[in-house]
C-alpha cells in the first residue's frame, strides 16, 4: 500500500473528526458562514465529507473530476442560488476546506509523503477548483436567472440574507442591490411589528419588508432619530413596534434581534404610555428588555449611553433624576436635595428634552432606572 492510500484510508476512517473540523475552519474564516441553521450546517458537512472523500480517492488513483462529479457541483451551485447563498462566499468556502484539507494530509503524511506526492495533490486541488469553480457558476447563474423573474421573491431573499447576516462582502451585497434597484441606507433603521403594520403608512419609506406569521420585518429608507415621534412614523391602534436604527448593512441582524425582542415581548404599559397609539418603542426599550432576559446582544454601556447620553456633562440633571426615582415626586425631591420644588420640575423638564424620557411616567421611569443602575462610573 502506497502512503498516499494509507493517508487518504486513514482521513477516510476518521471522516467524524475531519469534517467539523474543516467545517469549523470554514466558520472561523467565512463570517457568512456563522448564521447558518443546524440543518443548513448539516447540508455543509455532507458536501465537505463527500468533497473531501472524492478528491483523496483521485488523489489515490491520479485522476480527475468526472463529469458526474461536475453535475454534481453543478446542482450545488444551483441549490445555494436558491437559498440566496452568494456564489463569492461558496466558492471561498471551497478554498479555505481545500486549504485545510491540504494541511491535515500534511500532518498525517509527515515525512512518508513525498514531493511528488504534495505537487500531485497541490495540483489536483487546484485544477478541481478550476473546475468547480465554473460548475458551480453555471448553476447558480442558470438557477439566478430563473428567479430574476419573480423580483419579490428575490427581494424577499435579499431581505432575509440582511436580517441573518449571510449577505457575502460589501460589494457582493451592493451587487444585488443593484440588480434588483434597492438602495440600501449607510444606517439601515429596522422596524418589527406586530399587527397590520402593512396598512401604517410608516411603510411608505420601506426599502425591503416581509409579513410573516402575524411579524412584519421592514429596513426603513430614513430611520430618523428614535426618539422623534414623528407622525409618519405612527402605526395603526392595534400595532405593536419596534425600530431599531442598525450602525450599518452587517449591523442588521443585532438591530432585528433586538426590535424583534421589543416588539414581541415588552409589557403593554411600555405602549400605553407612548405619546399616541401606535408609537414605536426603541433600541433603549429594547436594550432594557434585552438586559432583563440575558439576551445576546445586551449591552448595557450601550443602554446607559442611548438612555442617559444627553446629560453627559449635566451632573445637577443627573443629580435630579437620581433623587427623583429615590422619592417620586418633585417635591419629595427638591426637600432631599435641599432645591426649590419648582426648580426640580425645571431640571425635571429639562432632563426629559434631553433624554426624550419623562421619570413620571412608568416605563420611562423604569428604562431610566435601569439605565442609571448599570451606568459605568464617572
Do not use: K
Not at 126 to 142: F, K, R
Not at 209 to 228: C, I, N, S, Y
Not at 261 to 288: K, M
Amino acid at each position: 500500500m502506497s502512503e498516499r492510500q494509507r493517508v487518504e484510508r486513514t482521513i477516510r476512517d476518521d471522516l467524524d473528526r475531519v469534517v467539523p473540523d474543516v467545517v469549523a475552519t470554514i466558520r472561523d474564516q467565512i463570517p457568512a458562514y456563522r448564521t447558518l441553521s443546524a440543518a443548513q450546517v448539516e447540508e455543509v458537512s455532507a458536501i465537505a465529507a463527500w468533497a473531501t472523500s472524492r478528491i483523496l480517492q483521485l488523489w489515490v488513483e491520479g485522476g480527475e473530476l468526472e463529469p458526474a462529479d461536475v453535475q454534481r457541483f453543478r446542482g450545488i451551485g444551483a441549490a445555494r442560488a436558491l437559498d440566496g447563498r452568494p456564489l463569492p462566499v461558496i466558492l471561498r468556502a471551497y478554498r479555505v476546506a481545500g486549504t485545510r484539507i491540504t494541511d491535515l494530509v500534511a500532518e498525517l503524511g509527515g515525512d512518508r509523503l513525498s514531493v511528488e506526492d504534495a505537487l500531485a495533490l497541490a495540483r489536483l486541488w487546484m485544477a478541481s477548483i478550476d473546475t468547480l469553480s465554473e460548475a458551480l457558476y453555471a448553476g447558480h447563474s442558470a438557477a439566478s436567472e430563473r428567479l430574476s423573474g419573480d423580483r419579490e421573491r428575490a427581494l424577499a431573499d435579499l431581505l432575509d440574507d440582511l436580517l441573518t447576516g449571510r449577505q457575502a462582502t460589501r460589494t457582493a451585497l451592493q451587487d444585488r442591490c443593484r440588480e434588483l434597484g434597492v438602495t440600501l441606507p449607510a444606517a439601515p433603521g429596522v422596524l418589527v411589528t406586530t399587527g397590520p403594520a402593512s396598512d401604517g403608512a410608516v411603510l411608505a419609506g420601506a426599502v425591503l419588508a416581509r409579513e410573516r406569521d402575524g411579524t412584519t420585518v421592514a429596513v426603513l429608507a430614513e430611520a430618523g432619530r428614535a426618539a422623534d415621534r414623528a407622525p409618519e412614523r405612527t402605526l395603526p391602534r392595534t400595532t405593536r413596534g419596534c425600530l431599531v436604527v442598525a450602525a450599518d448593512a452587517g449591523d442588521v441582524p443585532r438591530a432585528h434581534r433586538l426590535a424583534e425582542l421589543a416588539a414581541t415581548t415588552a409589557p403593554g404599559r411600555a405602549f400605553a404610555q407612548r405619546h399616541r397609539a401606535g408609537d414605536l418603542l426603541d433600541e433603549t426599550d429594547a436594550q432594557v428588555l434585552a438586559l432583563l432576559a440575558a439576551h445576546r446582544d445586551a449591552d448595557p454601556a450601550r443602554l446607559a449611553a442611548l438612555a442617559l447620553g444627553g446629560l453627559a456633562t449635566q451632573p445637577h440633571l443627573l443629580e435630579g433624576l437620581d433623587a427623583f426615582l429615590a422619592t417620586g415626586s418633585a417635591t419629595a425631591a427638591g426637600e432631599l436635595l435641599g432645591v426649590h420644588p419648582q426648580t426640580m420640575r425645571h431640571r425635571i423638564r429639562r432632563l426629559v428634552l434631553l433624554t426624550g424620557r419623562d421619570p413620571r411616567r412608568p416605563w420611562d421611569r423604569f428604562v431610566l432606572e435601569v439605565a442609571r443602575s448599570v451606568q459605568p462610573p464617572a
